[in-house]
């Protein structure tokens, strides 16, 4: 199936290699597909309103025009309307200073913050308020948590309101024709080793699926292994070089040398990545951008690269 | 000020940024350098290094044993350092049972503790507890006195400032309405005016065992609190001590490089010591020059012409098909590249403004895994 025709998506990785651009690019494919899409940031970073050019985003969702919408996880908001439509609490205004105390439970004790957050967007999905609903969520050291929690709670917790729900969360989430998780690295040593010990935590202690990953900032291959033994031994003819394209030609092979050498390292990495993968698990390659353009220009450039991959327009 | 000059007044190095910049190699660099050119005893605390980094500076089986990088390690890559250089990595589980056993009041307490089944769960999430794990290890060996200098890789966080923030959030934990009410007795709860509403929906919402069972963990958890808040009181101190010094390391990208500047800002602003910037894996700045544009030019018109290609690949003993692929694709493509440095070149200048000093290191054609990848690193710093 494809990845866009499932309801909830997790998008996850190190910090540092682009989840939030990914996610925005996810978005914005989505919607420019025709389905009713809602991104959501969970980390509070603030960086996905940048990053699709608007303003940062908060928990009432917004349009952001062409059917797609954002929003940003909070678990104060997320508690008060929790209490406002399953507590049916008359006078939500009354809890103010207990929402504080609230926050401070959720803090302390296991599973309580994270179902709030998790809650929620099975919530939206339950609801069908959106076809999709695309997560910017936790880095990869938070999001099994996140993911777990609902399981947690149901182990933690014997009776309750909340134990009951976590029955309808665990079938959103466990399923993997409605949610999926897609983890986002670089072809670098850290990314890659996190994302390989991701899977195996997530595979361990959660019934969530992890549907693809990216493969972000990934350097084209321009030279077969002949032409790239040429590259490497370039400035050994530095002179003749600048012969012919003057003295600044050296500046111009060491770019080359350094780019090619980290396409090389790259490579290497990836083809460990893949090695660890199990072949259903697709990687989806999003090429280094060399640009000076950021926010929506960016992630447009991303969704165009992802769409190739995932042969959506 | 040169690094030498920051690294030999300081006692403390603390690294911080945010993730996937570099942080670990890079504290470790900095520690090799004031063992290698300046002596004394030198620990790096590091908090999630790759493995093949762990292995090379001996730590990773140990928790949080100090392991001594040897001598052998160092003659291998030709070096004799003038000091030792010791390297320990934070293990959380191992640092929590250490401070329960230190600030538990009694046998008891200590054993209840340990053996809690949401204890577990709970030291492995709450207030920040890898951030405040940093820190107070940090002070633990500093207290020791064991070293001339400990340089400490900060935690992956959400937010960078979630490590600065960590020993007053430990602080104000103890003194929160939570732990309050959390451990009255459960029925003069209920029967408390201001707090029924709240226990009535908590108990709806999560159940009243699941509130017992955290209840009576934190009664227990409580009997601590005296060593924890002077502890977390003295970690905090240690953050603005003079001896201490922040290091905010970056890459010039644009989302990494943001969060350097508002780090580096807040340091300021809460009046600890920024002692350096350093901006990592950064493109040679001659990428930018002119001459390197208008060679890049040339040598595109060059390439079509078959002397060039020609003269290249007789020297090079290579196929001059190829010769002349190669050099069309290196000249057409340089300008990507120089474009990138460009872009580094102004956002290390806003760095600049900001710190007493930045520094560069290049951007390495492979990856940092080795004492000598480190030395190459320290190379670049000391520039």
Redesign the interface.
Known sequence: MDLLDRQLIFVTGKGGVGKTSVAAALGLLAARSGRHTLVCEMDGKGALGPALDTVALEFEPRALGDGLSGMAMNTEDALREYLRLFVRLPLVARIGPLARTFDFVADAAPGVKEILGVGKLAYEVRERHYDIVIVDAEASGHIVAQVAAPRVISELVQVGMVRDQTRWMLDILEDPTRTGIVVVTTPEEMPIAETIDLLGRLDAQTGVAPVAVVANRVLPALFDRKESDVVARLDQVEDLLAGAAGPGVREVVVAAQLTEARRAVGAGHLERLRGALPDALPVLYVPELFTRATGRRVVALVAEALGQELDVQ | MTLDALLASKEMVLVCG????GKTTLAASMALSAAVHQGGKVLVLTVDP???LADALGVGALGNQATRVSAEAFERVGVTPRGELWAAMLDTKAGWDDLIRRHAPNAEVRDSVLSNP?YQ??TS???HSHDYLAMEQLHEVHASGGYDLVVVDTP?S??ALDVLDAPSRMVE?FG???LK??TVPYRSRLFNVASK??TQ??????????LQ??AQF?ILFQAMEKGFVARAREVEALLGDPRTTFVVVS?L????AHEAVFLARELVHRDYQLGAIVANRV??R??T????????K??AE?AGTTT?AT??AE??D??AG??A???T???T??H??????T?EAERRAELASLAPQVLDVE?L???V?DLSGLLAIVDNLRR
Do not use: C, Y
């Open positions: 945010s993730g996937g910049v790759a493995k093949r949401l769960n709970i999430r709450f207030v992956p959400r937010n934990f929160s309405r939570l009410w959390l509403p709240f929906i908590a108990d709806r919402v999560l159940g009243s065992h699941f069972d955290i934190f890459t990208e644009a989302a990494p493109m040679p001659a990428l020059s002119r001459a390197a544009s208008t060679s890049a040339r040598l060059a060039l003269d290249v020297a090079l290579a196929d190829d010769v692929n190669v050099l694709e290196v000249a493509r340089f990507d590249v120089a474009l990138v440095a872009r951007a054609q492979s990856d895994h």
